[in-house]
């Protein structure tokens, strides 16, 4: 009887030591899945960023070039400018979003202008640009659905448990922007 007792208080503590292993290596796991998560997140925020940069350059260049091929409606660029001034001085994700949109409503209203009073400009180096920001556009949508995926899985991940323990434990954001795929198309 004595033996069977011993037995029965070593299972016992076997299964708690095993589920407690279990428990450790589940949290283990999803802490490193959120922090991977958390990383990659900033990485294609940089690289969403960073298209945004491209697409910038490439509207600026095509204003230089048009400046210089005829007198355009100057609030057209102003408005450009000013847009592209918001977003230089954006700090968190909410003010970057927003002057995303006010860029891209300026780019339309540019576009706007320069197909009613001229329709098109011929002439290698305007397409060349016009290829460039295509290009960019392209990337932008890409890399913000790309932004996207990551943020719902970790919002996912973040959000149940044992993964809003890890969260709360960590200090990690619980949600985090997602940005708007803005319909880039100009043409």
Known sequence: MVKSK???RYIII?????????????LLFVSLTISSLNDSMAVKKQQLLAAFDVRKEALFELGDLLEDKMSLDRNAFERLYLAQKQLDDAKTDSEISAANIQVDEAIDNLVFVMKDKYLYLEGEDVQAVE????????RIVMETIDYNKDVVDYNATASTFPGNVIVDIFGYEQSALVFEIIDVSRG
Not at 14 to 26: D, E, N, R, S, Y
Not at 131 to 138: G, L, S, V
């Open 14 to 26: 076997g299964i708690i030591t095993v589920i407690l292993l279990a428990v450790i290596g589940a």
């Open 131 to 138: 290829d460039e920001i295509e290009t960019a556009n392209n």
């Open 6 to 8: 011993h037995i029965l």
